[in-house]
T-cell receptor, first 112, second 117 residues
């Protein structure tokens, strides 16, 4: 079992719709969770982080964390073509040097 | 303010040569990480520096890889006797003081694309 798992996609949504990206993790002791956006040929860009159970909203982005289910998700409301990118879920595993362990990423395409 | 910078942006080298990759973290960030991103392996951790502590080298794939951080700021990743499987994008990230207010966010530089021919 991979430590961080994401559906690789690709995921396509129409412009204006809600895009839902999901991530599960195996380490129950994990406390810190991140979503990075990566455009083709570019480096990962931090867009959300969440440390507590529940929802965290920032503009059109909402991160949701459920530690009991070991599940973290990212919702993008009013999706725009400029949101088309690969979204990487990253987790800091317990007992680590606080390095990020990444999922394989979900490729999102927002269709105009 | 300025973000993480890396140089060179691209590096093409012949198999067997040594290469040095540089990372300049965000000013004031005490933690610095190197990662590697390749098609087959995704994004993987290589090494971590925190202040003046001994680095965590647990992610280095072989003893051909080494890194140092001088003066708690700039870091250099060195790959000796490069192999074709070393071809990847090498990414550097930095973070502010460990554990301060639960702040663990890492910010990436633009990366160095290494191609070993």
């Amino acid at each position: 079992q991979k430590e961080v798992e994401q559906n690789s996609g690709p995921l396509s949504v129409p412009e204006g719709a809600i895009a839902s990206l999901n991530c599960t993790y195996s380490d129950r002791g994990s406390q810190s969770f991140f979503w990075y956006r990566q455009y083709s040929g570019k480096s990962p860009e931090l867009i959300m982080f969440i440390y507590s159970n529940g929802d965290k909203e920032d503009g059109r982005f909402t991160a949701q964390l459920n530690k009991a289910s070991q599940y973290v998700s990212l919702l993008i409301r009013d999706s725009q073509p400029s949101d088309s990118a690969t979204y990487l879920c990253a987790v800091i595993l317990s007992g680590s040097a606080r390095q990020l362990t990444f999922g394989s990423g979900t490729q999102l395409t927002v269709l105009p | 303010g300025a973000g993480v910078s890396q140089s060179p942006s691209n590096k093409v080298t012949e198999k067997g040569k040594d290469v040095e990759l540089r990372c300049d973290p965000i000013s004031g960030h005490t933690a610095l990480y190197w990662y590697r991103q390749s098609l087959g392996q995704g994004l993987e951790f290589l090494i971590y520096f925190q202040g003046n502590s001994a680095p965590d080298k647990s992610g280095l794939p072989s003893d051909r890889f080494s890194a140092e951080r001088t003066g708690g700021s700039v870091s250099t990743l060195t790959i000796q006797r490069t192999q074709q499987e070393d071809s990847a994008v090498y990414l550097c990230a930095s973070r502010s003081s460990a554990g301060t207010s639960g702040s663990y966010e890492q910010y990436f530089g633009p990366g160095t694309r290494l191609t070993v021919t």
